[in-house]
């Protein structure tokens, strides 16, 4: 009798858990022995995705939602039959403003992310200056970068100081809560590193893109119970082995592959996934190759704090029609981004209420409060000035996201090549997590995919990745 593969995944954030689904559908369709473990260090499952339900209130500690235009997290959803849970944001809940002299302005129209790709539209705002404008419409004459910019040093090149400052800068700030003139464009902003370095301008690639992939009419999709359906459907549909508060792990190689020991489990593996922040891989990996070690070590995170404050919408004074507003650095005092969750998406605040969600980024700027409360006098008191509000919270929950979000600074591709490089040497480990492939949940779910068919791979020698695709386009 043939022996079954044996796979152990560390981390069952969403990257695990996608990881062990593959597995196990791939494992179904070719038919093949696979007996997967999953670990996890914390009594609960998910990692940073975690929905919580407080006096009618739906509450996000970490992802509130997903991008569109990335497939993956969509595919995987479906699968699991969680069509009829998938929600968008409202129609009238999409407008981003930007904070101008400490008024709200809205998002210059005829923009795709962070470029401007219809000009007619793009020349009605009042947020940028003509000189601006004229600025930005050159983009198509500004040659292609070479080598690995930062994200600031990218989009100002291309973009101009002005829509760089007043509206890029703040963007990916908040979704990547760091400092844009240290992290990597090419890491950080693949997609418009790559549209950049094929058409030479943001422009034609934006539109060439656009007219590709129509997509849905909202860009950001979550669920209608919190985006911790995602994560606890994949556990439930998972036949692994999961053992949950396993912490203090080791691992070591023999002739049998590797061996893994915690606090309250002993195991051998065939195949490792390591599907945990950096520093932590970087820690169990210290035996195998201390190289490979300090690499992984030296991948920073941020921390973030994200406040929710509720009010009695028949005290609320604004009438916030739009998603919610972020802030360029010259113009805040305390917070980065603000969304208004009560207007963005259904399902999240009873109608007498309003629910707002703001993201203060250590990365971006150091802060330091003492107490809580500290933090929501100061939070509320940003808000109120910028929506002339006079009335008070009536709830408030904080949430403190500490080192959760990976900072993909210059040079992390060539620390990646080199991670795997290293990796060569040691078949049968492979890394997964928002520090490989992008911080979004498309992108975990992409790379825990991708991971799991090379892992198939190394463990068959047949091509799962080129029957996948095919299986794909045939429409199975």
């Given at each position: 009798m043939t022996q079954a593969i044996r796979v152990g995944i560390v981390g069952a954030g969403i990257s695990g858990l996608a990881g062990a689904y593959f597995l196990q559908k791939e494992s179904r369709h070719?038919?093949?022995?696979?007996?997967?473990?999953?670990?996890?260090?914390?009594?609960?499952?998910?990692?940073?995705?975690?929905?919580?339900?407080?006096?009618?209130?739906?509450?996000?500690?970490?992802?509130?939602?997903?991008?569109?235009?990335?497939?993956?997290?969509?595919?995987?959803?479906?699968?699991?039959?969680?069509?009829?849970?998938?929600?968008?944001?409202?129609?009238?809940?999409?407008?981003?403003?930007?904070?101008?002299s400490g008024k709200l302005e809205a998002l210059p129209p005829g923009m795709v992310f962070l470029a401007p790709v219809r000009f007619s539209?793009?020349?009605?705002?009042?947020?940028?200056?003509?000189?601006?404008?004229?600025?930005?419409?050159?983009?198509?004459?500004?040659?292609?970068?070479?080598?690995?910019?930062s994200v600031g040093a990218f989009l100002k090149r291309r973009l101009g100081g002005e829509l760089y400052s007043k509206v890029a800068e703040p963007l990916?700030?908040?979704?990547?809560?760091?400092?844009?003139?240290?992290?990597?464009?090419?890491?950080?902003?693949?997609?418009?590193?790559?549209?950049?370095?094929?058409?030479?301008?943001?422009?034609?690639?934006?539109?060439?893109?656009?007219?590709?992939?129509?997509?849905?009419?909202?860009?950001?999709?979550?669920?209608?119970?919190?985006?911790?359906?995602?994560?606890?459907?994949?556990?439930s549909a998972l036949e692994a082995a999961i053992y949950r508060a396993v912490g203090d792990l080791t691992i070591r190689t023999d002739e049998r592959g590797y061996r893994v020991r915690g606090s309250n489990f002993e195991g051998r593996f065939d195949f490792l996934i390591l599907a945990t922040p950096a520093p932590a891989a970087a820690d169990m990996v210290e035996p195998l190759s201390s190289e490979l070690s300090s690499l992984l070590?030296?991948?920073?995170?941020?921390?973030?704090?994200?406040?929710?404050?509720?009010?009695?919408?028949?005290?609320?004074?604004?009438?916030?029609?739009?998603?919610?507003?972020?802030?360029?650095?010259?113009?805040s005092q305390v917070l980065d981004a603000c969304t208004w969750v009560s207007s963005k998406f259904e399902h999240r605040c009873p109608p007498d209420r309003v629910l707002l969600r703001c993201a203060l980024h250590d990365g971006r700027r150091k802060r330091t409060f003492e107490k809580d409360e500290s933090v929501v006098e100061k939070v509320h008191?940003?808000?109120?000035?910028?929506?002339?509000?006079?009335?008070?919270?009536?709830?408030?929950?904080?949430?403190?996201?500490?080192?959760?979000?990976?900072?993909?600074?210059?040079?992390?591709?060539?620390r990646i090549d080199h991670i795997n490089q290293i990796l060569l040497g040691h078949p049968g480990l492979f890394l997964a997590g928002a520090y490989y492939g992008g911080v979004g949940v498309p992108d975990c779910v992409r790379?825990?995919?991708?991971?799991?068919?090379?892992?198939?791979?190394?463990?068959?020698?047949?091509?799962?990745?080129?029957?996948?695709?095919?299986?794909r386009a045939n429409g199975s």
């Open positions: 070719h038919n093949l022995d696979l007996q997967i473990t999953l670990l996890e260090k914390s009594p609960d499952l998910g990692g940073v995705i975690r929905s919580e339900s407080v006096q009618g209130l739906l509450l996000e500690a970490g992802p509130e939602c997903f991008i569109s235009s990335k497939t993956a997290a969509l595919r995987l959803a479906e699968e699991l039959g969680l069509t009829e849970e998938i929600i968008e944001t409202r129609p009238e809940g999409r407008q981003v403003f930007v904070v101008q539209s793009f020349c009605s705002t009042s947020l940028i200056s003509a000189r601006g404008k004229l600025r930005a419409m050159v983009e198509p004459l500004i040659p292609a970068c070479k080598g690995e910019p990916v700030s908040a979704i990547y809560g760091g400092n844009v003139n240290e992290l990597s464009a090419p890491s950080c902003l693949p997609e418009l590193y790559q549209l950049e370095q094929k058409y030479g301008n943001f422009f034609k690639g934006l539109r060439s893109l656009a007219s590709a992939q129509p997509g849905r009419s909202s860009p950001f999709l979550t669920f209608r119970r919190g985006m911790s359906t995602l994560t606890e459907q994949l556990a070590k030296g991948i920073h995170y941020s921390s973030t704090r994200i406040v929710y404050l509720a009010y009695r919408k028949s005290e609320f004074s604004h009438s916030l029609q739009g998603s919610g507003f972020v802030f360029p650095e010259q113009e008191a940003e808000i109120s000035r910028i929506l002339s509000l006079s009335c008070q919270p009536i709830f408030w929950r904080i949430y403190n996201a500490r080192k959760a979000m990976p900072q993909m600074s210059v040079g992390h591709r060539r790379r825990a995919e991708e991971t799991t068919q090379r892992l198939l791979e190394s463990a068959t020698g047949f091509k799962i990745k080129e029957e996948t695709v095919l299986n």
